[in-house]
């Protein structure tokens, strides 16, 4: 049995683990582009601490993943539940709400950064046709309107990951319990309530933990979209460490902060597997 798990432990050691190392290797160097490699302890992390550009990216990374997360669960909810319906062709709509998530992320921002473009992009001919705006807008590179711009983008390729994760959940509910609701009385909503969501409990919990973590390392669809602009508005960890590696150079400060957001999501994941351990033990 060892013989034939080598080969995947082989293949996991040389493209994660080797990386995972070299990084946290690198945290604690002060490495430039074209410098060689010097052991400087600490001094990354603690002036990473004191750096006002990693906490504002910090505090707008937290605010993208939460509103982000909370909308791709609750549509993907949505989604699920009308796809558990009994309609026609439910395996034809299946596969087509999973083509944003079959695209690339980088391919997502260009259709995107397109449909966003002020005088030709579909969002505003469409506005302008409703009459709800009397003037193009320039959603990127607005202070006003590229937050809800890059939200709107990033949560439109995720919907169907959530709704095809928590749809899998809704079919192993057993009909016998909505049934015996039915004859208790309890109409939709308290269906919805008091069956549907104690049983999606431990499904929810590790998707909205997984979409969390995902949205949290968010890069390429913002990349393409804003470059962490206007005004750095929407610079991402990610965007900041990137930043920090390859605009200016400073490898080892950028793998300290790949180093912080790998310890920040092990915290997530660590308090996730804690709620499902202690929920497992009581039942």
């Not at 079919?171 to 049983?199: M, R, V």
């Given at each position: 049995?060892?013989?034939?798990?080598?080969?995947?432990?082989?293949?996991?050691?040389i493209?994660?683990?080797?990386?995972?190392?070299?990084?946290i290797?690198?945290?604690?160097?002060?490495?430039?582009?074209?410098?060689?490699?010097?052991?400087?302890?600490?001094?990354?992390?603690?002036?990473?601490?004191?750096?006002?550009?990693?906490?504002?990216?910090?505090?707008?990374?937290?605010?993208?993943?939460?509103?982000?997360?909370?909308?791709?669960?609750?549509?993907?909810?949505?989604?699920?539940?009308?796809?558990?319906?009994?309609?026609?062709?439910?395996?034809?709509?299946?596969?087509?709400?999973?083509?944003?998530?079959?695209?690339?992320?980088?391919?997502?921002?260009?259709?995107?950064?397109?449909?966003?473009?002020?005088?030709?992009?579909?969002?505003?001919?469409?506005?302008?046709?409703?009459?709800?705006?009397?003037?193009?807008?320039?959603?990127?590179?607005?202070?006003e309107?590229?937050?809800?711009?890059?939200?709107?983008?990033?949560?439109?390729?995720?919907?169907?990951?959530?709704?095809?994760?928590?749809?899998?959940?809704?079919?192993?509910?057993?009909?016998?319990?909505?049934?015996?609701?039915?004859?208790?009385?309890?109409?939709?909503?308290?269906?919805?309530?008091?069956?549907?969501?104690?049983?999606?409990?431990?499904?929810?919990?590790?998707?909205?933990?997984?979409?969390?973590?995902?949205?949290?390392?968010?890069?390429?669809?913002?990349?393409?979209?804003?470059?962490?602009?206007?005004?750095?508005?929407?610079?991402?960890?990610?965007?900041?460490?990137?930043?920090?590696?390859?605009?200016?150079?400073?490898?080892?400060?950028?793998?300290?902060?790949?180093?912080?957001?790998?310890?920040?999501?092990?915290?997530?994941?660590?308090?996730?597997?804690?709620?499902?351990?202690?929920?497992?033990?009581?039942?």
């Amino acid at each position: 049995q060892l013989q034939l798990l080598l080969p995947v432990i082989l293949m996991v050691s040389i493209f994660s683990l080797v990386p995972l190392l070299r990084g946290i290797y690198l945290g604690f160097t002060d490495y430039r582009l074209g410098d060689p490699i010097s052991f400087n302890g600490i001094e990354n992390y603690l002036q990473l601490f004191k750096d006002e550009y990693f906490w504002s990216s910090f505090k707008i990374g937290m605010v993208w993943t939460i509103v982000v997360t909370a909308i791709q669960v609750s549509l993907g909810l949505g989604l699920a539940l009308l796809l558990n319906t009994k309609v026609r062709f439910v395996s034809l709509y299946t596969i087509l709400i999973l083509i944003p998530w079959a695209t690339p992320p980088i391919i997502r921002g260009i259709l995107w950064r397109q449909m966003y473009e002020p005088n030709t992009g579909a969002v505003n001919i469409l506005l302008h046709s409703a009459g709800l705006i009397s003037a193009p807008i320039n959603w990127l590179s607005s202070f006003e309107y590229v937050i809800p711009a890059v939200i709107v983008a990033g949560v439109w390729g995720e919907i169907s990951k959530a709704g095809i994760f928590l749809l899998a959940g809704l079919q192993t509910i057993p009909n016998e319990l909505y049934e015996a609701g039915k004859i208790d009385g309890a109409g939709l909503w308290d269906q919805f309530w008091h069956i549907t969501i104690p049983s999606l409990k431990p499904v929810l919990a590790a998707m909205v933990s997984l979409t969390f973590m995902w949205n949290f390392n968010t890069f390429g669809i913002i990349w393409v979209l804003t470059q962490g602009g206007p005004g750095g508005l929407t610079r991402l960890p990610m965007l900041a460490a990137y930043e920090e590696g390859f605009k200016y150079g400073y490898i080892g400060y950028a793998a300290a902060i790949g180093n912080v957001m790998v310890i920040i999501l092990s915290l997530i994941l660590f308090m996730y597997i804690r709620v499902q351990f202690r929920e497992r033990t009581e039942s």
